[in-house]
C-alpha cells in the first residue's frame, strides 16, 4: 500500500533513523529504491508530488486541514516518548506517514527548513544526533518513538509532542499561536 514511497527512502515498513549525516541515504540511493520498487506511474507521481515538489510545508499544511481526521496518543516515557499518530481516512493516514518519514530523512540529512509554526523543530534539528528516532507504520498511520540520554533533549520531544498534539486538536489556530510566539 504505501511501500512504494518507503522505497523512495529505502526504508522498510519499521524503521529506526540514523543519527548522523553520514548513516543518510544519498539522493541516488533513493531514486534507484524508487525505480527499483514495482510501484505503478500514478503512484510514483503522486509520491513525486508529495516528497518532491510539494515539500514539508505543504505536507504540513494539508494535515493541518485535515486534522478533524487524526487521532493521536502519546506515552510519555523517562527519556522520550512513543507517539501514534493515526487517521481512518486512507489518504489522511498515507499523509501523517509521508510527513514523519519526511521528517526523519531530513533529519538524517541535515536539512533543515523553516518551520515558524514549532518552538521545538528547530531544536530538533540542531541537536538531531542527541536523540534516538524510529518509526512503525500502522494500517491507519504510524508509531514514533524518540528517545534521548540527555535530560534537556528529553523536555524538546516532549515539547514537540504536545505541539502536534495541539496541532491536531486545534488546528490552524494552534499552528497561529505557534508562529506568533516566534514573532514575540
Do not use: C, W
Not at 514511497?5 to 539522493?27: I, N, W, Y
Not at 487517521?87 to 523553516?114: C, G, W
Not at 490552524?172 to 508562529?179: D, S, Y
Amino acid at each position: 500500500m504505501f511501500s512504494g514511497f518507503l522505497a523512495l527512502f529505502g526504508l522498510s515498513s519499521k524503521q529506526a533513523v540514523g543519527q548522523t549525516p553520514s548513516d543518510a541515504r544519498s539522493s541516488g540511493d533513493m531514486m534507484g529504491g524508487m525505480m527499483g520498487s514495482n510501484m505503478s506511474n500514478m503512484d510514483m507521481q503522486g509520491m513525486m508530488s508529495h516528497s518532491n515538489m510539494m515539500g514539508p510545508m505543504r505536507l504540513g499544511m494539508e494535515l493541518f486541514e485535515r486534522h478533524t481526521e487524526i487521532t493521536r496518543a502519546t506515552d510519555y516515557l523517562s527519556n522520550g516518548i512513543i507517539d501514534t499518530t493515526v487517521s481512518s481516512n486512507p489518504e489522511t493516514a498515507k499523509a501523517i506517514q509521508a510527513h514523519v518519514i519526511e521528517m526523519y530523512a531530513r533529519l538524517a540529512d541535515n536539512r533543515p527548513f523553516p518551520y515558524p509554526m514549532s518552538n521545538s523543530v528547530p531544536t530538533m534539528f540542531a541537536k538531531s544526533t542527541k536523540y534516538k528516532r524510529s518509526y512503525e507504520l500502522l494500517p491507519t498511520g504510524i508509531q514514533v518513538t524518540e528517545t534521548s540520554d540527555d535530560p534537556e533533549m528529553v523536555k524538546v520531544i516532549y515539547a514537540h509532542a504536545r505541539e502536534l498534539d495541539r496541532f491536531v486538536k486545534e488546528g490552524m489556530p494552534a499552528m497561529m499561536r505557534g508562529m506568533m510566539s516566534k514573532a514575540g
